[in-house]
Every structure is written in C-alpha cells, then in structure tokens.
C-alpha cells in the first residue's frame, strides 16, 4: 500500500503561487510515477500533470503550460507541483495520485493510489 498526503493548499489572489507538496510512503519512491489531478465543484477530476518514475517524463495539462511545474524530491519521497500565474479557473480540490507503470498517463483510471486532496482557492 501507498498512503499519499499532500500539503500547502490555500487561498491565493489572481496572479499569485503556491506549492503543493505530496509526501508519499509505503513503497520506494523511485519505483512510482506521480500524477496531479484537480476537482473543480460539480466537475470531473481533470488532469494537471505527471512525472514518470524513471523516464524522466512529465506531461502536462494544455491549462496549465508554462504556469506550473512538477519536480519530485527523491530523499524526502515527495513530489511537488508549483503553481504560478495562477488563474480563478485554477480553483479546485488537488489530488495527488501514484501509480506502478511508468507511463505519465493522463488517465485518472490508471492510478491505484489517491491522496485525501487539498483545496486551492485563487481568488480575482
């Protein structure tokens, strides 16, 4: 099993960052591909980005070029995604999430392992 927990949401103004942080354990972190999702209310969890567990692949949602980026601390077995530039649109509920394959797959289906999610606000 892997428990996920992620960290460092909040309330931010338009144009403003944050840090998300997702610590995981259970498994060694290098064997796992770490994906970032987002639930907007009465929404669809969407996609954000993913990092590959040794590929060094990461994708990312076409909303979110250039504004935010993920980078993974191996040491401290936590992926991280940083938020920049952001937007009202960008308000949602974060979910990390962690799957074996190392495929950085867009798909939410092929995750096994969900964090509890964390809510960001950006207000305009």
């Known amino acids: 099993q892997v428990q996920l927990v992620e960290s460092g949401g909040g309330l931010v103004q338009a144009g403003g960052s944050l840090r998300l942080s997702c610590a995981a354990s259970g498994r060694p972190f290098s064997s796992l591909t770490m994906g970032w999702f987002r639930q907007a209310p009465g929404q669809g969890r969407d996609f954000v980005g993913a990092s590959s567990r040794s590929r060094g692949i990461t994708n990312y949602a076409d909303s979110v070029k250039g504004r935010f980026t993920i980078s993974r601390d191996s040491a401290g077995n936590t992926v991280y995604l940083q938020m920049n530039s952001l937007k009202s649109e960008d308000t949602a509920v974060y979910y990390c999430?962690?799957?074996?394959?190392?495929?950085?797959?867009?798909?939410?289906?092929?995750?096994?392992?969900w964090g509890q999610g964390t809510q960001v606000t950006v207000s305009s």
């Open positions: 999430a962690a799957r074996s394959g190392n495929i950085a797959s867009l798909s939410a289906h092929e995750y096994d392992y």
